[in-house]
């Protein structure tokens, strides 16, 4: 019994642990169901899917930044112990998303139904247009509050029993998604994800919003609004920037191109966790580190020394891919083999950009919110224009976008180590060759080498 106790008191003291490991397996079958799904549905179906993805992660901004609000303030209010503003917070956050989310389905529907008149069951890309914004406001709505229930037991505290649900959540989601797919094809594709979300809230309710009650407090409703929006806009500045590429394949190429693009997409969205997740690490170090002693240039310094650590690895890791991405795709996605040339130049782009993360975490640090956000609007446009002019003046492909998007982020990564630089007049060779040259030293050979050999 006491070894049972020591136990559960050892968990309990590793909850971010837990946390993470349960982030990481969920991003794993995440991946697992986007390889699948890529073996039974071709690319066009995909691109449509995509493109209804598109539109609905922009419906997420529709809760005007009362969600950002709760999660900022609902933790504070229970450190103060202030039990009746965390549970007005929850209350008045839960009604508007109710109303907002109601407004925007009747709306969409009527849309829906006006838009694809006559279509539905005439036409079959049509139809899958159709049935895909129809499910965009009902699976925003559950999103929201499965986000809402999950953010909200992390935040009373209990991580571990987060990550447990997290976890056992996915594992049927992934078994309901792979099921409906085998059965229904294109329109099993949003199982997975309508089915996470609603076991989440499910799993999370009793916590989540026990005692909960629906409150129309329209002027606590606004200085939510008015409190969350700032963070907001920052989300959404980063939203655009991941959109840019996808922009420019729906207007200058095709919906079918969308869809083989997604496999460099799976190939960037996964590279990029790596680097993030050791970036994290680093940035928690280096925010000690300058709480302690203010001391910027010791700061850089620290920076540049982690940011060559993170180089070695991301540099191995995206040159690890690079060879093996053709064989995968061939093998696991033989519909798709169209986009490994398109993913194998993103993953090169990753390998430069995310050698330079912990630089831009540094303007968080020091709270330089406005370069923040001027480098993030930097990059749409370096990704608007050059993806633009590359599929405009060079060739109409996805492995054009993918250059662009690719020298994109480089530019942008070049631009954190000048405006650094001249900031804090620390050596701009200095935090280049920390940053940039582990990753470029990995990489020339490796890729000379891969043309030698293929």
């Not at 191109?257 to 990029?272: C, D, E, K, R």
Request: proline share 2%; aromatic share 14%; charged share 10%.
């Amino acid at each position: 019994m006491k070894m049972l106790t020591k136990l559960l008191e050892k968990l309990k003291s590793a909850d971010f642990i837990l946390v993470t490991l349960s982030t990481v397996a969920c991003s794993a079958m995440s991946f697992v169901f986007s390889v699948y799904n890529k073996r039974i549905v071709a690319t066009y179906p995909l691109g449509i899917y995509s493109t209804c993805l598109l539109a609905q992660t922009y419906m997420n901004y529709a809760q005007f930044g009362v969600l950002n609000a709760y999660n900022r303030d609902y933790p504070q209010a229970l450190g103060r112990k202030d039990y009746d503003e965390a549970n007005r917070l929850k209350n008045t956050a839960m009604t508007f998303m109710l109303m907002i989310y109601a407004l925007i389905f009747v709306v969409f529907e009527i849309w829906v139904a006006i838009h694809y008149r006559g279509v539905v069951g005439n036409d079959t890309y049509g139809t899958y247009y159709a049935f895909g914004y129809m499910l965009c406001p009902i699976m925003i709505l559950l999103k929201s509050f499965d986000d809402m229930s999950n953010s909200t037991v992390r935040m009373n505290g209990h991580y571990n029993k987060s990550a447990a649900i997290g976890f056992i959540r996915t594992v049927l989601a992934l078994v309901i998604g792979v099921i409906a797919i085998n059965v229904a094809g294109y329109y099993g594709l949003y199982a997975m994800a309508i089915s996470s979300a609603v076991l989440g809230i499910i799993m999370f309710r009793s916590e989540a919003f026990k005692g909960a009650k629906l409150s129309f407090d329209f002027s606590y409703m606004k200085l939510m609004i008015i409190g969350g929006l700032p963070l907001l806009i920052n989300s959404l500045i980063w939203t655009v920037v991941q959109s840019v590429d996808k922009f420019v394949i729906l207007g200058f190429l095709s919906t079918e191109a969308l869809g083989v693009y997604s496999v460099p997409l799976m190939g960037f969205t996964t590279m990029v966790l790596v680097p993030q997740t050791i970036s994290q690490v680093f940035y928690i170090k280096v925010s000690h580190l300058y709480g302690a002693n203010h001391d910027e240039q010791e700061l850089l310094s620290k920076a540049a020394y982690f940011s060559r650590i993170t180089s070695f690895i991301s540099g191995a890791a995206c040159l690890f891919v690079y060879f093996v991405m053709p064989i995968f795709v061939h093998f696991f996605m033989p519909m798709y083999t169209e986009g490994t040339d398109a993913t194998q130049i993103l993953v090169i782009g990753v390998a430069i950009y995310s050698t330079t993360m912990l630089y831009g975490n540094i303007f968080s640090v020091l709270k330089l919110n406005k370069s923040l956000i001027a480098n993030s609007v930097a990059l749409c446009i370096f990704n608007a224009i050059f993806s633009s002019a590359l599929v405009l003046f060079v060739e109409r492909s996805i492995n054009m976008v993918a250059i662009g998007t690719g020298l994109s982020y480089a530019l942008y990564s070049l631009l954190l180590v000048v405006k650094l630089s001249k900031r804090f007049k620390f050596s701009c060779w200095k935090l280049l060759v920390n940053s940039w040259g582990p990753a470029v030293g990995i990489l020339i050979p490796g890729l000379m080498i891969y043309q030698l050999i293929f």
